[in-house]
């Protein structure tokens, strides 16, 4: 079981906005940043969102972070074929001392 | 740009040890936080271990703990990650990431570089 809980999947037909959601609690998303990670099939993860809600230069504007007390969301708008990926939250978490990530998240497009 | 080249995977027995390294390059080692993340086969990212810029201070998933110790040698611009008594459920793809920063914990910045990672089989 994952610290941080995320839909273990999500689809949309292309143009669509599909929105992930990272669930924590009070140690980890609740009082630090909340970053995601694209991971296409075959590749490393690549980074999204720092800092809850900023992009990584290169990153393009349809993906949005989001953070509200101890749950984070990612949006992708005007979904693309190529957007199908595992998409993973993380966070650090005070209690643990480590960070956590959320146990990933696939979209599919339709 | 910087680039990150993981290497020193294999397979070991079950209470053996492997060494990985990560070679850097495209930027000063010493200026930001390391970490290492690791990927079970079919399965989600696990964040292993970090060390800050200084290499002063370290942390480790309790998965790990007193088993495996990361370190750097900064004249080399390389990132290591010793591990010891290793166990079946070791058995991953081995990822060094670069952070954005020089901090591990509480820092905004995320893992802005990753290697291709390096796959660990613990098998007898």
């Known amino acids: 079981q994952s610290v941080l809980t995320q839909s273990p999947s999500a689809s949309g037909t292309p143009g669509q906005r599909v929105t992930i959601s990272c669930s924590g609690s009070?140690?980890?998303?609740?009082?630090?940043?909340v970053y995601w990670y694209q991971q296409l099939p075959g590749a490393a993860p690549k980074l999204l969102i720092y800092g809850n809600d900023q992009w990584p230069s290169g990153v393009p504007d349809r993906f949005s972070g989001s953070k509200s007390g101890t749950s984070a969301s990612l949006a992708i708008s005007g979904l693309r074929s190529e957007d199908e990926a595992d998409y993973y939250c993380?966070?650090?978490?005070?209690?643990?001392?480590?960070?956590?990530f959320g146990g990933g998240t696939r979209v599919t497009v339709l | 740009e910087a680039q990150l080249l993981e290497s020193g995977g294999g397979l070991a027995q079950p209470g053996g040890s492997l060494r990985l390294s990560c070679a850097a390059s495209g930027f000063t080692l010493n200026n930001y936080a390391m970490s290492w993340v690791r990927q079970a086969p079919g399965k989600g990212l696990e964040w292993v271990s970090g060390?800050?810029?200084?290499?002063?201070?370290?942390y480790y998933a309790d998965s790990v703990k007193g088993r495996f110790t990361i370190s750097r040698g900064n004249s080399k611009n390389t990132l290591y990650l010793q591990m010891n008594r290793l166990r079946v459920e070791d058995t991953a793809v081995y990822y060094c990431?670069?952070?954005?920063?020089?901090?591990?914990?509480?820092?905004?910045?995320?893992?802005?570089?990753w290697g291709q990672g390096t796959l660990v089989t613990v098998s007898s």
């Open positions: 990431a670069k952070s954005g920063g020089a901090l591990v914990a509480g820092t905004s910045y995320g893992f802005d570089y």
């Open positions: 993380a966070a650090w978490d005070d209690n643990m001392s480590g960070l956590v």
């Open positions: 060390i800050i810029n200084s290499g002063r201070s370290t």
């Open positions: 009070s140690s980890n998303v609740g009082s630090n940043y």
